[in-house]
T-cell receptor, first 116, second 115 residues
């Protein structure tokens, strides 16, 4: 069973506030990802990381930033939230190579952000 | 053309029937193919993955892959009301900057199984 945790699960916040969505995994996975998903829409990759001090932007342009200072922790930050940032944010991780690496992503429960 | 295309549905089937979900992808270099199930308000969970052409069976689920046609399908036998969810097809295309490390998802097909 995957051990990947996201907090907060739900957040309602006013425009202009700075927010950080936390994501932690206890599986020792090197690769971690942030996806954004609007209702009825596909998941869009916004950030990913291969390991400590490695971060890359994904397919969908995002005003958010990420950091990877520790293997288990991959927080996402919005410096100034806007209503257009309202969405579900999903964090995921993946096993690091070897025969057990099927390519499967393990997802956290998600953080649903509403910006008023 | 979207990288991964699925019919959004809903696909409605009666309990006990076979549900057939389809997916096409555009990148011929894609290496692995995944089916995730997502209940409303929840995060995706893996149903099956497949790498090679042909069929792969796991319980009531069968994944089918045809790389020449760039087509992946998922069959659910003896469908149950608890199978009602959105089914997401995902592929890992080859990217210049990330290799095969990322997954691209389709929009998903909503399946409704009526008792």
């Amino acid at each position: 069973e995957a051990d990947i945790y996201q907090t907060p699960r739900y957040l309602v916040i006013g425009t202009g506030k700075k927010i950080t969505l936390e994501c932690s995994q206890t599986m020792g996975h090197d690769k971690m990802y942030w996806y954004q998903q609007d209702p009825g829409m596909e998941l869009h990759l916004i950030h990913y990381s291969y390991g400590v001090n490695s971060t890359e932007k994904g397919d969908l342009s995002s005003e958010s930033t990420v950091s990877r200072i520790r293997t288990e922790h991959f927080p996402l930050t919005l410096e100034s939230a806007r209503p257009s940032h309202t969405s579900q944010y999903l964090c995921a991780s993946r096993r690091t190579g070897g025969r057990l690496d099927t390519g499967e992503l393990f997802f956290g429960e998600g953080s649903r952000l509403t910006v008023l | 053309q979207k990288e991964v295309e699925q019919n959004s549905g809903p696909l409605s089937v009666p309990e006990g029937a076979i549900a057939s979900l389809n997916c096409t992808y555009s990148d011929r270099g894609s290496q692995s193919f995944f089916w995730y199930r997502q209940y409303s308000g929840k995060s995706p969970e893996l149903i099956m993955f497949i790498y090679s052409n042909g069929d792969k069976e796991d319980g009531r689920f069968t994944a089918q892959l045809n790389k020449a046609s760039q087509y992946v399908s998922l069959l659910i036998r003896d469908s149950q009301p608890s199978d009602s969810a959105t089914y997401l097809c995902a592929v890992n295309p080859l990217r210049k900057d990330s290799g095969y490390s990322t997954l691209t998802f389709g929009k998903g097909t909503m399946l409704l199984v009526s008792p």
